[in-house]
């Protein structure tokens, strides 16, 4: 860890050690705020980001990006608490680690290229939205009857005073000067002067003390057994996935914002690792958080060294500065998180109304909206799934054919276009087995064979043809789809004519190819 610190400490020290201050601040209420969400003790939300923000910020694959106890988790582990108690939090925690570490090694982070920008956009504004809804409850107290309420008069007008002028100083500060964070200087300003002033106002403190001492090696005391895993492993799997998603995308959102490329894979196997050593920690585990690494980006953290300050500094606060820490306005930290909302939120998105497609404005609103009314992980996957149907849909149209007598009298099929499960109603409607001459060509020059769907096609287009008693001859296929209609013999001529070689499936190594293509020869010779 000093290595690396050593080896970046010279170009952005001083920027990534007070970004690193500046974000530990933040950190505190967001981690306790979610233990109790959760159910469980604030240490145990605290030893969760620290755990989290180290070992990430010291191995990861994006250097700059911060880690914590988030909220996506902590709803989740809202039942296993009822039911079975804290200690299988640590349970599934580890769990959780071993199967991000596991997609980690087998290199699958590439799959987050799948997920289209319009999901993107939804994930980040739904994101910003959950981030602006969670400062909300801030703005509410418990009453004698033990019910919420909104605050009102004097305490509401303070508080939002308080929130505007940190905002205020966050937006406007870094025009006077950028030598030191200006959400730093806000939080310490604004701190300084309701303790000078004796503003009544509530602070950290008042939601939750965050003192306490070293964490300590705990080994979760569950049975170790098939009934206990069958109790842990579903809430493992949608927490590994959650964390994993929120992560990538965070990662993906981070490359934007610095113009730098991350690793997914080695982030993966760091958020499995720092999962797995949280849950021996008594922590109930997190992922990358998009306010934290906004705030850190923002205030000119870029290296490794802004994280593993952040969680050292977080960690001191648990040990020797809570009494400081605990006298910081609530209504201060919610401007900070009013500020990541406004630069978390893609504004440019509202302008793309009439501009883009409307699916994709469709899918954006639909991630969005799902983001916040369910969770994060259900979002993205309806969003992918959204998008692949779209991009079939819009594919399946794409499929043409022209025709043609040739002069030979023999007509000839000229398809362009993919054809694929989607586009093969709309193939078979192309032809006329019955009005066709004795021969018929089907050339596939300019067309491609993607999957087994469409090599089906083929072959029930073959059937027709010899209903009709007409012969049916292709050109140009591949030799894929050639070797699977060897089965149909003599119903079938297939005519190889400058015949392109390529893989219907994609996953296909150049030697299994080649065994193809051998096949395929051996099949029409």
Not at 388 to 417: C, M, P, Q, T
């Amino acid at each position: 860890m000093f290595e690396l610190i050593a080896k970046q400490a010279p170009a952005n020290f001083k920027h990534d050690v007070l970004s690193g201050l500046t974000v530990a601040l933040a950190l505190v209420p967001e981690a306790v705020a979610f233990a109790l969400v959760a159910g469980v003790h604030p240490l145990v939300g605290l030893y969760a980001a620290f755990f989290m923000g180290l070992i990430t910020a010291a191995l990861g694959g994006r250097p700059g990006m911060i880690s914590g106890a988030t909220g996506a988790i902590a709803v989740v582990l809202i039942s296993l608490v009822v039911q079975h108690g804290v200690e299988y939090v640590f349970a599934a925690v580890v769990l959780m680690g071993v199967l991000q570490m596991v997609f980690g090694v087998l290199r699958l982070g590439k799959f987050i290229r799948l997920v289209p920008h319009p999901v993107f956009l939804g994930f980040v504004n739904g994101l910003a939205l959950v981030i602006f809804i969670a400062q909300l409850k801030q703005f509410q107290f418990i009453n004698a009857a033990g019910g919420s309420e909104w605050l009102g008069g004097g305490a509401l007008a303070l508080m939002l005073l308080l929130a505007f002028i940190t905002m205020a100083i966050i937006q406007f500060l870094p025009r006077l000067t950028t030598s030191v964070p200006s959400t730093l200087v806000a939080i310490i300003v604004v701190s300084l002067a309701v303790i000078l002033l004796n503003l009544d106002t509530r602070t950290v403190g008042d939601i939750a003390s965050v003192a306490g001492g070293l964490p300590s090696f705990h080994i979760p005391q569950v049975p170790f057994n098939v009934d206990t895993l069958m109790i842990v492993l579903p809430y493992a799997a949608i927490m590994a996935l959650i964390g994993l998603i929120e992560s990538l995308l965070t990662l993906n959102l981070i490359d934007a914002l610095t113009d730098t490329r991350g690793q997914a894979n080695r982030e993966s196997w760091a958020q499995g690792f720092a999962n797995l050593v949280t849950g021996f920690f008594e922590g109930m585990g997190g992922c990358a958080m998009v306010g934290q690494s906004i705030i850190n980006i923002k205030s000119g953290g870029r290296g490794r060294l802004s994280g593993i300050t952040a969680a050292v500094v977080l960690l001191l606060i648990i040990l020797i500065g809570a009494p400081l820490i605990e006298q910081i306005p609530v209504a201060v930290l919610v401007g900070v998180m009013f500020m990541v909302v406004i630069g978390t939120f893609k504004w440019s998105s509202l302008r793309l109304l009439g501009r883009v497609p409307a699916t994709d404005i469709f899918i954006t609103l639909a991630v969005t909206l799902t983001t916040v009314l369910i969770d994060l992980a259900a979002a993205v996957i309806l969003g992918v799934i959204l998008s692949a149907l779209v991009f079939a849909w819009n594919h399946a149209k794409e499929i043409k054919v022209e025709s043609f007598v040739d002069e030979d009298g023999i007509k000839v099929y000229e398809l362009s276009g993919p054809l694929f499960f989607a586009s093969t109603h709309n193939f078979q409607e192309f032809f006329t087995p019955r009005e066709d001459t004795q021969d018929v060509i089907v050339d596939f020059k300019n067309s491609r064979v993607a999957d087994h769907s469409a090599l089906d096609a083929i072959e029930n287009l073959a059937v027709r043809y010899q209903r009709a008693g007409r012969r049916l001859h292709l050109r140009h296929l591949s030799p894929e789809c050639r070797l699977l209609l060897k089965k149909a013999g003599d119903l079938v001529e297939v005519d190889v004519i400058e015949d392109p070689v390529y893989s219907v499936a994609a996953g296909l190594s150049a030697a299994e190819v080649e065994v193809i293509n051998q096949k395929a020869q051996a099949a029409t010779s």
